[in-house]
């Protein structure tokens, strides 16, 4: 049995994983649920995800435990986080994967000057600094072969600039774009649907809800909205969990 402080360091788990000291045959116990967990129910809920037991005040502990952690996922399974702007989805895809021992970070954002933009820059800075010094980034925008060849886990942040960059490369953000611009959008939205469908790793996609508001004054915004949306429905079709975050708590879309 380990017992883990993962309201304070849930990055623990995975690191002791990654080491070996936890295998198959150890039982986690998380602690620590106090002023940095709003609930024992939320403490709970992340306790499942992370294939540990969280016992209450009181409880006593057989080692090993008469009742075992349940399962936590593992591939091939797939999770969609959606949620507007600073709504919590990239906090909550990173929660949901800190217990994994091997994880591929995906970054579709595009590489920027730090000195052309030092605010943009420095979000960039913000995301890698919390994450755990073992998970592996990858910049990437073609996460169709990355799904396609990694095991363990994934985490990619996020499908609405992945689906950005190809509008780009395809032309179609141009004022007349090419007659096959839509067709070659379609193409690369459906192999990375392929991909979706048959990763065998536990991945966890963040996207970007952009169909509550009003609909956008310009063409460029009206045809993002369109496709994201399209996007986000076909993802969430063809996986195992959605969820949907906002002002910081997360919700289970059935």
Same mark, same amino acid.
């Given at each position: 049995?380990?017992?883990?402080?993962?309201?304070?360091?849930?990055?623990?788990?995975?690191?002791?994983?990654?080491?070996?000291?936890?295998?198959?045959?150890?039982?986690?116990?998380?602690?620590?649920?106090?002023?940095?967990?709003?609930?024992?129910?939320?403490?709970?809920?992340?306790?499942?995800?992370?294939?540990?037991?969280?016992?209450?005040?009181?409880?006593?502990?057989?080692?090993?435990?008469?009742?075992?952690?349940?399962?936590?996922?593992?591939?091939?399974?797939?999770?969609?986080?959606?949620?507007?702007?600073?709504?919590?989805?990239?906090?909550?895809?990173?929660?949901?994967?800190?217990?994994?021992?091997?994880?591929?970070?995906?970054?579709?954002?595009?590489?920027?000057?730090?000195?052309?933009?030092?605010?943009?820059? *420095? %979000? !960039?800075?913000?995301? +890698?600094?919390?994450?755990?010094?073992? /998970? &592996?980034?990858? @910049?990437?925008?073609?996460? $169709?072969?990355?799904?396609?060849?990694?095991?363990?886990?994934?985490?990619?942040?996020?499908?609405?600039?992945?689906?950005?960059?190809?509008?780009?490369?395809?032309?179609?953000?141009?004022?007349?774009?090419?007659?096959?611009?839509? *067709? %070659? !959008?379609?193409?690369? +939205?459906?192999?990375?649907?392929?991909? /979706? &469908?048959?990763? @065998?790793?536990?991945?966890? $996609?963040?996207?970007?809800?952009?169909?509550?508001?009003?609909?956008?004054?310009?063409?460029?915004?009206?045809?993002?909205?369109?496709?994201?949306?399209?996007?986000?429905?076909?993802?969430?079709?063809?996986?195992?969990?959605?969820?949907?975050?906002?002002?910081?708590? +997360?919700?289970?879309?059935?």
């Amino acid at each position: 049995m380990v017992i883990v402080d993962a309201a304070q360091r849930p990055e623990i788990i995975g690191e002791l994983r990654r080491s070996g000291v936890i295998g198959v045959t150890t039982a986690v116990v998380a602690v620590g649920g106090d002023h940095r967990v709003r609930s024992p129910q939320e403490f709970a809920r992340r306790a499942r995800l992370w294939g540990a037991l969280a016992p209450g005040d009181g409880s006593v502990m057989s080692c090993p435990p008469a009742v075992w952690p349940e399962s936590r996922p593992r591939g091939p399974h797939r999770t969609l986080v959606t949620g507007g702007a600073r709504s919590g989805k990239s906090t909550e895809a990173e929660l949901r994967l800190m217990a994994e021992p091997h994880v591929v970070y995906a970054a579709t954002g595009p590489l920027v000057d730090a000195e052309a933009d030092p605010e943009w820059a *420095e %979000r !960039v800075a913000h995301h +890698v600094r919390r994450r755990p010094w073992w /998970w &592996r980034t990858e @910049q990437t925008t073609d996460l $169709a072969l990355l799904l396609k060849r990694t095991r363990g886990a994934v985490l990619v942040d996020c499908l609405g600039t992945w689906l950005t960059s190809v509008m780009d490369e395809c032309g179609l953000w141009e004022e007349k774009p090419p007659q096959d611009a839509e *067709e %070659r !959008v379609e193409a690369a +939205v459906h192999e990375l649907l392929e991909a /979706w &469908r048959s990763t @065998q790793a536990y991945v966890v $996609a963040v996207t970007n809800e952009v169909g509550s508001g009003v609909v956008p004054p310009t063409r460029s915004g009206r045809l993002f909205r369109d496709h994201l949306g399209l996007l986000n429905q076909w993802v969430g079709a063809e996986s195992e969990d959605v969820v949907l975050a906002t002002a910081g708590r +997360v919700l289970e879309l059935q």
